[in-house]
């Protein structure tokens, strides 16, 4: 079975190089390849047809992409390209497109230019009027969505919060009220206290999920309700461990009343006049029995309408 199957799966590969040799591949241009987030086998036929034509790969770190360049049996020349030296990196590409080259992007893992470095690169190739061709693949916080089983309305991808407290407070409060999934990545030494704060300022009863080493051996995804969330965490070591992507459900805007919004946000805006955002908001939290962490967010937005 078996052995019909990968026969199957090689005459299905042969079949889908002949499709990509009819696509249209023009020099000059920046290929922005995504590349496994962990399973090797999760690379596209594009992205390795893509690596196999270039003529350079522009990659955060080489020993990596050297390493993984050498497991599809392909060799070529690796220009560094991290976040310390994008800037210098994208002229020498720029310079090397503009001789008619194919460069590509790739990060360690994952696409390119998703809370990794390859932003500035692609903005600096676009300024140029040179072509970028992006090769879709995986991504991370795609692939934890589509197995959270969470609804709103969209998604809001925020990427690494703040190392600090204050600002990754800050951060969070400003989402609260957001009727979207929110999506957030994370490392596993900070996502104790990442999950503690989630809970603190969103509540007890809102759902989160954690998905780590996604694609990998030791793949998890766990949906638990927030004050759920650290003691399954803690009960393990090996839960954090690896690579975390957090998604928090949105928030119901059938919670709280229209009309008690409107008549908040009223309240508020009188209050800002006198008061700091946080006194305001305890202020009318007294006022109205809406709970502080919302009308702090809100006051945050009248206090601050262009940010």
């Known amino acids: 079975m078996s052995s019909q199957l990968s026969s199957h799966l090689i005459a299905l590969l042969d079949s889908l190089a002949e499709e990509i ?27 390795l047809s893509v690596l ?54 790739v990060s360690d893992a ?17 300024n140029q009027g040179l072509a970028v061709v992006p ?26 919060l703040p190392s600090k407290d204050a600002q990754r407070d800050s951060a969070l409060q400003s989402l609260i009220d ?3 999934v929110l999506v ?6 900070r996502v104790l206290d ?4 989630m809970r603190r300022l969103f509540g007890d009863q ?8 996604l694609s990998k051996l030791f793949e998890q995804i766990h949906r638990c309700a927030l004050s759920e969330a650290h003691e399954w965490l803690a009960a393990d070591a090996n839960r954090q461990r690896g690579e975390f992507v957090l998604l928090i459900e949105g928030a119901n805007r059938g919670d709280i009343d229209t009309d008690s919004m409107l008549e908040a946000r009223r309240l508020l805006t009188i209050l800002l006049e006198e008061c700091p955002v946080s006194q305001a908001a305890a202020l009318a939290a007294k006022i109205t029995k809406i709970k502080k962490n919302t009308l702090y967010a809100m006051a945050l937005e009248i206090a601050n309408p262009s940010s």
């Open 21 to 47: 040799t009819l696509q249209r591949f023009p020099a000059g241009a920046l290929y922005v390849v995504a590349t496994p987030i962990g399973n090797l086998g999760d690379i596209s036929v594009r992205a």
């Open 110 to 126: 994952g696409t390119p230019a998703i809370s990794d470095p390859g932003t500035r690169v692609v903005d600096a190739v676009i």
């Open 194 to 197: 990442t999950v503690n704060a």
């Open 135 to 160: 090769i879709a693949g995986p991504a991370a916080a795609t692939a934890a969505l589509s197995g959270s089983g969470l609804s709103g309305e969209g998604f809001h991808f925020s990427g690494f």
């Open 52 to 105: 196999e034509m270039v003529d350079a790969v522009a990659c955060e770190d080489t020993r990596n992409t050297g390493q993984l360049m050498k497991r599809y049996g392909l060799s070529k020349p690796l220009i560094t390209t991290h976040q310390h030296n994008e800037a210098e990196a994208a002229q020498k590409i720029i310079e090397r497109l503009h001789r008619g080259e194919r460069i590509a992007l």
């Open 178 to 180: 957001s009727p979207s």
């Open 206 to 213: 809102r759902r989160i999920v954690i998905a780590r080493e």
């Open 184 to 189: 957030f990545y994370e490392a596993p030494h």
